[in-house]
């Protein structure tokens, strides 16, 4: 749906305490207190959900802010003579987007785990997973019942895909809307809350994919309210989220405020940042600094560590540097650069953006492992300019490294994980070279047993002109890359979504139980090696033959060698060594290794 008011009003909505939820301290009673930020509305009201309504007052110390008390339960807000719309911090939307909004006592819950003191993030290993695929049922309570599996593999945080309500039952979650609030179909507030508490009394930490740089077409009524996105920019969405136009003070709060929330409210221990650099800022202070700021003073009240993860092509350490050193002060970010260059060495993909690292790929996995970014300033074909800076070597940990990701599956036709084509020696090479490297690893649901199940894009768009409009889309985008339109799977077709959810019975069978059993190997013998957890890139050193398809990395006294080539080859160690774990077929003699093709071996001098 679309609103039916002109731009120029903006409204949000704060409690006394400053952070989300719809009544005043966040109490679901009679008589609650609402304050809405509408500086260009004659006339606000709030309806009940009994159709009594409730005018609000200006507030005479505060521009364009309304307050007034009202009954609890579900409502909305009514702009002068407009149609009722929900709260823009609503902090539960039980009928979906386009329904009224409903309060939420934070204080009510009772938590399980109250010693939870974090996790900090270097050191750590990530686990992406989205909750509406994760099993069969897709809620949070049906996630938990794995969360077991996840111990036992080592991760030590869960990294859940945006969970903002979206049309529909089924989405990826990032067309997400009403940026305070949890979709209903995965359980609500309540369903996060108790995931959460879950992950913690299993030890696990959990991130949250939050998504700031644009919202969804569907169910979006922050521009029907007011100066929340600007012309000033252009995104690939459309208008810029206002971050520096006017008005955008209260912009920044609201989302400042948002993230705020879910580290408080829920508990969650750090927030993953999708595409920042669509955060289009002008302003001296950029919005991420002003947050990580925020998050720093939020981490310090709460005396437990809380962190912020970027998504960005950038380039640009200055994202990840602390802000007393000129940067924004980010933990991390995602580094697409390692992964393109691994994903060519073991594909032999060279299509699209893969163009930049698909001549010598073993060399572009050295050159990532020893200098952080592959571009640093150097030529990119596929940008057709010169792209990045150089990479502080000390600070390898902030850089995700991953084999796999919901956008590296997810993004191409037919949804295909790399474990459809590629044999498990090989992903075995793959895991081994992400969970040694200096990086901070992330892996992607069921990557660890070689899934065989797809991961493919779905919507659930009510729309139905919406919906067509994805479907056309999609296909248009990848028959421009020879795919037949009938070969791309239909986002809205309900197959796509069950092709989608993982098997829970894989992990126990054949090849499945073997590659587990390689992650798990892995992950612990770099949870008790500090030579294999080692941010320091300047200590990492990397040989290889490209022609016959080998690379042996050296990391103190350890030497991770693999074998991608057609044939058996011998490698140098640089002194006696054993073998500490191995996939495949490897022998040591002396101060060699002779790997077999789609090998593997970890070893220590």
Not at 42 to 55: M, N, S, Y
Not at 92 to 114: M, Y
Not at 265 to 282: E, F, K, P, T, W
Not at 581 to 586: H, I, L, M, S
């Amino acid at each position: 749906m679309t609103p039916d008011h002109p731009a120029g009003r903006a409204a949000t909505h704060r409690e006394a305490t400053g952070h989300a939820g719809a009544p005043r301290d966040g109490t679901p009673r009679a008589g609650a207190r609402y304050e809405v930020w509408a500086p260009s509305a004659d006339e606000l009201v709030e309806v009940a959900v009994d159709g009594t309504r409730h005018p609000l007052t200006r507030d005479p110390t505060r521009a364009g802010w309304w307050h007034g008390d009202a009954p609890a339960g579900d409502y909305a807000f009514v702009l002068d003579d407009g149609r009722p719309l929900p709260d823009p911090r609503s902090p539960r939307q039980p009928h979906g987007p386009d329904g009224p909004s409903r309060a939420v006592d934070h204080t009510g819950f009772r938590w399980s785990r109250t010693d939870w003191r974090g996790r900090p993030l270097p050191g750590a290993v990530l686990y992406e997973l989205h909750v509406g695929t994760f099993t069969a049922a897709g809620t949070f309570e049906a996630a938990t019942h794995h969360l077991d599996h996840l111990v036992d593999l080592g991760v030590d945080f869960v990294e859940l895909m945006p969970v903002c309500p979206f049309p529909g039952k089924h989405g990826w979650g990032y067309d997400g809307v009403s940026l305070w609030a949890v979709h209903e179909p995965y359980g609500g507030p309540e369903g996060l809350k108790r995931f959460v508490d879950a992950a913690h009394r299993k030890g696990l930490g959990v991130v949250l994919d939050v998504v700031h740089n644009h919202l969804g077409p569907s169910g979006n009524y922050l521009p029907a309210y007011g100066p929340y996105f600007t012309d000033r920019h252009h995104t690939p969405w459309g208008a810029a989220v206002n971050l520096d136009a006017p008005g955008s003070d209260e912009v920044r709060a609201y989302l400042i405020g948002s993230a705020l929330a879910w580290l408080r409210d829920y508990r969650i221990d750090g927030l993953r940042l999708d595409a920042v650099h669509a955060l289009a800022d002008d302003r001296a202070v950029h919005f991420l600094e002003e947050l990580a700021t925020e998050v720093d003073r939020l981490a310090t009240a709460t005396n437990r560590p809380l962190f912020l993860i970027a998504e960005s092509d950038l380039n640009d350490p200055r994202t990840t540097t602390p802000r007393e050193a000129g940067g924004q002060g980010l933990a991390a970010q995602w580094s697409d650069d390692f992964h393109h260059a691994l994903h060519c060495a073991l594909t032999g993909e060279s299509q699209g953006y893969y163009g930049d690292f698909a001549e010598t790929p073993l060399a572009a996995v050295a050159r990532t492992l020893t200098r952080g970014y592959f571009h640093d300033g150097t030529w990119s074909s596929f940008r057709g300019r010169h792209h990045g800076r150089p990479f502080p070597p000390a600070h390898g940990h902030r850089l995700l490294g991953y084999l796999q990701t919901h956008d590296q599956v997810g993004n191409r036709a037919l949804g295909d994980r790399i474990s459809a084509t590629l044999s498990p020696g090989r992903l075995a090479c793959g895991a081994a070279l992400v969970l040694t490297s200096p990086f901070t690893p992330m892996l992607f649901m069921g990557e660890e047993w070689g899934a065989a199940t797809p991961w493919q894009y779905f919507t659930d768009h009510t729309d139905p002109n919406l919906a067509e409009a994805v479907r056309r889309g999609r296909r248009r985008e990848f028959a421009e890359h020879g795919w037949a339109a009938e070969a791309v799977p239909d986002p809205q077709e309900p197959a796509t979504v069950l092709r989608s959810v993982l098997d829970w019975t894989e992990p126990r069978s054949g090849p499945h139980a073997g590659l587990l059993d390689w992650y798990r190997t892995l992950i612990r013998l770099r949870r008790g090696t500090p030579e294999l957890s080692d941010p320091d890139l300047a200590a990492v050193r990397a040989e290889f033959d490209d022609a016959a398809g080998w690379l042996v990395v050296h990391r103190g006294r350890y030497r991770t060698a693999v074998n991608l080539g057609t044939a058996p080859v011998a490698v140098p160690l640089g002194g006696e060594a054993e073998v500490v774990a191995g996939y495949g077929g490897y022998a040591v003699a002396g101060d060699g290794l002779t790997l077999e093709p789609d090998s593997v071996a970890l070893l220590r001098l």
